[in-house]
């Protein structure tokens, strides 16, 4: 575990590399900074020479991979770095120069504990793509299939640890402060990150991911996961099905191949609908990047390091929120927001669903190309703001990934209305959630476990009770505050962490 000291040190540096590309400008103007904060930003753009215009994807990329990976992150969370930084940071690339073919050789040998060649006939020694993480070789197995071989850079681990203990260090500290960084939850954002780049840095696990996804969306036609190897596959290598396709920002390819761009966005979008509220479990990362279109016309995804998982009766709020705003049902809408307690309960419902109103309205009924996501989004967030609204991780994911299809079905179909597309899929899905049928069988899984809790209970409650002639339960020890450091350092250690001058990570208010 790094010391303070070196946490320090490391967001000093973090912190004044992106004042120096303007990241920092936002926190310094923020009015819901906190004062120590935005005293410590102006010490770090001291001297710097700072761009009119905030370049926040390229400030990341000048960290290294960790932030890489970071401000990938955070682009899903335009509450915490403003809706200006999200949509630049949605701009992060991570391909960088690839690690020597020695390496990656040693890296297969290792992982399988034999030769390359007993485990690949051939592999081609400049990889496809190099990422932050893991670069991708062409290669033949053994039994003549066309293979992509994913591989960890070597010491990604070493580096990625290092910057996490750093970046909930950091978290902690912010969110200490109070205020508005408490009601949003740095340390949480953390969290999920950590949970992100886990996955990522266990080859094992995206391969599980992808192949859960494939089983989940066998039902949706003209959309496909590529099948996963499991033999040539370890902690530091996966294999998976080769992929010839033509990628879905190639618009005019696209169409010279006699593919209709219109039917290939109305495929995306469903695919994602049937991801998000039928199974509950989403590609979190649908890039044009990611996603490649088959000669037949399929859409195939790739790349699962970042996934989304929401339970159903998150879900069903969500289904319901869709299909309100879509009919404009905005009392309906507020209604579940309260329900789901997304919404403190000391405000007023009524001024919700006019707050709600005020938002929807405007781009009802409108094409895609006609309404400003930003806006919307600005919207969104200055009543989250209003009415007290903590942040909801697993949402905002959500929410990340609707814009980010929103705007590659939109480069295909400039037409598109997401509202349209989805209201028959969720109106349908609704139908069954709420029908009379799901209604008993809910009631019925509830009932079987709450009898399954009883003999629990009842344990429990006999360890808890004194019995007759037991000697008495000790007395509760009183709460005693325990002394930590010095009051004058720990004030310094605060200002500093909070503001890490590394603040940039987690609040790019911009």
Do not use: C
């Not at 033509?246 to 618009?251: A, G, H, M, P, T």
């Not at 405007?362 to 989004?377: D, F, Q, T």
């Amino acid at each position: 575990m790094a010391s303070t000291a070196t946490h320090l040190v490391r967001l000093l540096r973090w912190g004044r590399t992106l004042a120096r590309h303007g990241a920092l400008t936002g926190i310094e103007r923020d009015p819901l900074t906190p004062p120590q904060v935005r005293r410590l930003v102006r010490i770090a753009r001291f001297g710097a020479r700072v761009p009119v215009q905030p370049a926040y994807a390229t400030a990341f990329q000048s960290l290294g991979p960790a932030a890489i990976k970071l401000g990938q992150a955070l682009a899903t969370r335009p509450d915490l770095v403003g809706v200006e930084a999200a949509e630049d940071l949605l701009r992060l690339q991570d391909d960088l120069p690839p690690a020597p073919f020695a390496e990656i050789r040693e890296s297969i040998e290792r992982s399988f504990g034999r030769p390359i060649g007993e485990v690949f006939a051939s592999i081609e020694e400049s990889p496809v793509g190099a990422a932050s993480i893991a670069q991708v070789h062409r290669a033949v197995t053994t039994d003549g299939r066309q293979v992509a071989v994913k591989v960890l850079r070597p010491g990604v681990e070493e580096d990625f640890t290092r910057a996490l203990e750093t970046y909930e260090w950091a978290a902690a500290q912010a969110e200490a402060l109070g205020g508005e960084l408490r009601r949003l939850r740095p340390r949480q954002v953390i969290a999920q990150f950590r949970q992100w780049t886990m996955r990522e840095l266990d080859l094992r696990r995206e391969a599980a991911s992808a192949s859960e996804l494939a089983q989940a969306m066998q039902a949706e036609p003209g959309y496909r996961i590529p099948e996963i190897d499991w033999q040539r596959t370890a902690k530091r290598v996966m294999t998976l099905e080769w992929i010839d396709g033509i990628k879905l920002s190639r618009r005019d390819a696209l169409i010279a191949a006699g593919h209709d761009p219109k039917v290939l966005a109305g495929r995306l979008v469903r695919a994602f609908l049937r991801q998000a509220i039928s199974e509950g479990f989403f590609h979190a990362d649908m890039h044009q990047g990611n996603l490649f279109v088959r000669p037949d016309g399929d859409i195939v995804a790739i790349d699962f390091g970042i996934m989304g998982r929401i339970d159903r009766r998150a879900r069903r709020w969500l289904a319901e929120i869709l299909y309100g705003l879509i009919t404009g049902n905005y009392e309906r809408v507020a209604e579940i927001h309260f329900e789901a307690g997304y919404v403190p309960p000391h405000h007023n419902m009524a001024e919700f669903a006019t707050a709600l109103r005020a938002v929807g309205e405007p781009i009802r009924g409108l094409p895609v190309k006609a309404i400003s996501i930003g806006n919307m989004l600005d919207g969104l967030f200055g009543i989250t703001r209003d009415f007290d609204m903590p942040t909801q991780p697993h949402l905002l994911l959500l929410q990340k990934t609707m814009v980010m299809v929103e705007g590659v079905a939109t480069a295909l179909d400039p037409d598109i209305n997401m509202w349209e597309t989805a209201a028959p899929f969720v109106g349908e899905w609704l139908r069954t959630e709420l029908g009379p049928e799901a209604w008993a069988a809910d009631r019925l899984i509830e009932a079987k476990r709450t009898l399954a809790l009883v003999p629990d209970l009842i344990r429990r409650l006999d360890k808890q009770l004194p019995r007759p002639g037991a000697a008495p339960l000790p007395p509760p020890l009183p709460d005693i505050p325990v002394v930590g450091i010095g009051r004058g350092w720990r004030t310094l250690a605060t200002a500093l962490a909070g503001a890490g001058l590394g603040a940039g990570l987690m609040h790019l208010l911009g």
